[in-house]
């Protein structure tokens, strides 16, 4: 039997702290604390990847934090994704969203006073003590089945109607949830093989503008992992036009097409991309 799906928002990779010189792993976060949490209170955790193309594949985002029964939000660092994702959570599901922290981070002042579960990191921005967290977001979400509402909105305006969930299709859901992680297991095993595990996969995707972006996306990243650059341009240019014009696709076209001599092509892809969303730490 599957079990419920709990959708983890929160920031990706190594992020400075808002105070002090700390430089926060949150991938060790979700990996010890988080995602086990999740599993104790007999869930299935899913984790936000759309985060890591900038928050522009909007699509399975919204269906996450819609059809997921439960979600977790990590509220260190008050990363603005996460901000957004739970604002939409909070307006369209009454219940069942647990959120965590840094302790000592500082909270803006519209969450103040929503009940959040505190967990500490070391100097390293590694986190520590993780058991009483651990149990700590366990049992929060167990309670969480019985609580009727936990979200302010419908807290404060108790005439809201919150929308129909169980006349959207969640089974369809499901079943993109779960290939999504089997194609991710898929390429990180090609990875470990090469370059033509790699093509076989991509051939199985074919055609590419219709595959789920998320999995194209690391489909492209896993190419620039083992230095097939030629293979990243032309990945590049059978996506969709929605994907081809995401940061993190013109980011790295650029250093592909510097990487095959193409130099004067890439400077001006990256001046583009300047003009057009800024100056990144990329």
Request: net charge negative; charged share 30%.
């Amino acid at each position: 039997m599957s079990r419920p799906l709990c959708f983890v928002l929160m920031p990706f990779g190594k992020k400075p702290a808002l105070t002090g010189s700390m430089i926060i792993d949150f991938d060790a976060v979700y990996k010890e604390m988080i995602a086990p949490g999740i599993e104790e209170a007999d869930l299935e955790p899913i984790r936000a990847d759309e985060e890591k193309v900038g928050g522009v594949i909007q699509k399975p985002m919204f269906e996450r934090l819609a059809l997921c029964e439960y979600a977790v939000a990590d509220l260190t660092t008050a990363n603005a994704n996460v901000f957004y994702e739970l604002g939409i959570r909070h307006a369209i599901r009454p219940r069942s969203t647990v959120m965590m922290f840094h302790a000592e981070s500082r909270l803006p002042f519209d969450v103040l006073d929503l009940r959040a579960i505190p967990y500490k990191l070391s100097e390293t921005g590694l986190p520590m003590d993780v058991e009483p967290s651990r149990q700590a977001l366990a049992q929060m979400l167990k309670a969480a089945r019985e609580i009727e509402v936990d979200s302010p909105l419908f807290q404060h305006l108790t005439e809201m109607v919150p929308p129909d969930i169980k006349r959207l299709k969640t089974d369809v859901f499901r079943e993109r949830v779960e290939y999504s992680a089997d194609m991710k297991q898929q390429l990180a095993a090609a990875r470990e093989e090469g370059l033509e595990a790699l093509r076989v996969i991509e051939a199985d995707l074919d055609p590419l503008e219709d595959a789920e972006g998320g999995v194209v996306i690391d489909l492209y990243l896993s190419d620039r992992d083992v230095s097939a650059w030629e293979d990243m341009v032309r990945l590049s240019k059978a996506m969709s036009r929605h994907l081809q014009e995401t940061v993190i696709v013109q980011e790295q076209l650029g250093l592909a097409l510097n990487r095959i001599g193409e130099g004067q092509e890439a400077e001006r892809v990256l001046e583009d991309l300047l003009k057009r969303r800024g100056p990144s730490s990329e």
